[in-house]
């Protein structure tokens, strides 16, 4: 008879676990997010004043202004792309 009681413990315990871990799973899950786009941010700002001080030798003038922060802050590498088109093309 003990057996079934045994049995009942082994299960909660694997589901409390299970729940725990999930729980934890989900509370880390946005700072990863958090993290990346950080990184995201802090790529396209470097990537943005590296151009800034050689594109010049290359023909392409990018201006330090808060339109060319914001567009490298919130778009990362692909805004800093985009920058550059838009200053080789337009």
Do not use: D, H, Q
């Not at 079934?4 to 990863?32: M, Q, S």
């Not at 786009?37 to 004043?49: D, P, Q, R, S, T």
């Not at 692909?78 to 080789?88: S, Y």
């Amino acid at each position: 008879m003990e057996l079934p009681l045994l049995l009942e413990n082994i299960l909660l315990l694997g589901a409390v676990l299970g729940l725990g871990f999930w729980g934890i799973y989900l509370l880390t899950r946005p700072l990863k997010l958090l993290l990346s786009w950080f990184c995201n941010v802090i790529a396209g700002i470097v990537a943005l004043f590296v151009l800034s001080l050689i594109g010049p030798e290359f023909g392409a003038v990018i201006p330090l202004n808060f339109f060319t922060i914001a567009v490298a802050a919130l778009l990362g590498l692909p805004g800093v792309a985009l920058i550059l088109l838009k200053t080789l093309f337009f």
